[in-house]
C-alpha cells in the first residue's frame, strides 16, 4: 500500500483545508518519489524480458506486484489532484495535463494486468498462444513505461510551478503581476 496513504503526514488529512504552497510542494515531492520507484521496478523486469528472459507464472507475480507497486500511487495521487478545493488557488489550474496522464496509465495498468492474467492461464495451460501473447506483453509494459515516464515530466513541470509561484515577488496589492514575473525572468536568463 502507498507510503502517502498510510503515513499520519498523508495528504488525506488536508482534504478538507486549503494546503499551502510549501504543504503541495511536499506532497508532489512525495509522490514524484514514489511513482518513480515503481517506474525503476518495472524498467528492471522490462530489461530482463528484453533480454530473452522467459515469462513464467513468477514473472507474471512480479508484473502484476509492480503494475499494482505503480497503479496504487498513480490512483491517489490523480483523487489528490483532483478535487482542487484543497490545493492552493495557484496550483488548482495547473494540473489538468497531469490528471490526464495520470487517468491514462490507470487505465493502461488495468489493461495490462488483464494481459498478464490472460497470459499466465494460457503459459499454464501450456497454450500456443503464449508465443503470440509474449511480444503483446512487451509492447504493452514498454507504453506503461512511457507513460509513465510522462508522469514524472508533467510532476516535475507542476513542482517547478509550485516552486516558482513560492519564490514570487509580491506587490502592494498581494499580487504579483505578469509583467514583474516577466521582468524578473529576462534578468535571471541575461544575467
Not at 490545493?87 to 495535463?97: E, H, I, W
Not at 487517468?103 to 490472460?118: A, N, R
Not at 509492447?139 to 508522469?151: C, H, T
Request: proline share 3%.
Amino acid at each position: 500500500m502507498s507510503m502517502l496513504i498510510d503515513t499520519p503526514t498523508s495528504w488525506t488529512k488536508f482534504e478538507k483545508q486549503k494546503l499551502s504552497l510549501k504543504q503541495c510542494f511536499g506532497i508532489i515531492q512525495d509522490f514524484w518519489k514514489e511513482i518513480s520507484l515503481a517506474q525503476d521496478s518495472l524498467l528492471s523486469i522490462y530489461a530482463g524480458l528484453n533480454d530473452g528472459e522467459e515469462i513464467d507464472s513468477d514473472q507474471c507475480s512480479n508484473l502484476i506486484g509492480s503494475i499494482q507497486k505503480l497503479k496504487e500511487p498513480v490512483q491517489s495521487f490523480y483523487r489528490f489532484l483532483e478535487n482542487s478545493i484543497h490545493l492552493p488557488n495557484d496550483v488548482g489550474p495547473l494540473r489538468y495535463q497531469l490528471l490526464i496522464v495520470l487517468h491514462d496509465v490507470d487505465v493502461l495498468s488495468g489493461k495490462f494486468i488483464s494481459l498478464v492474467l490472460t497470459f499466465r492461464s494460457q503459459y499454464q495451460a501450456q497454450s500456443s498462444q503464449v508465443t503470440t501473447l509474449r511480444p503483446e506483453i512487451l509492447q504493452q509494459l514498454a507504453v506503461l513505461i512511457q507513460r509513465s515516464e510522462d508522469i514524472l515530466v508533467n510532476i516535475q513541470i507542476l513542482h517547478l510551478q509550485v516552486r516558482s509561484r513560492m519564490k514570487r515577488p509580491v506587490t502592494s496589492r498581494g499580487k504579483t503581476s505578469m509583467l514583474t514575473s516577466l521582468t524578473r525572468a529576462n534578468c535571471m536568463t541575461s544575467a
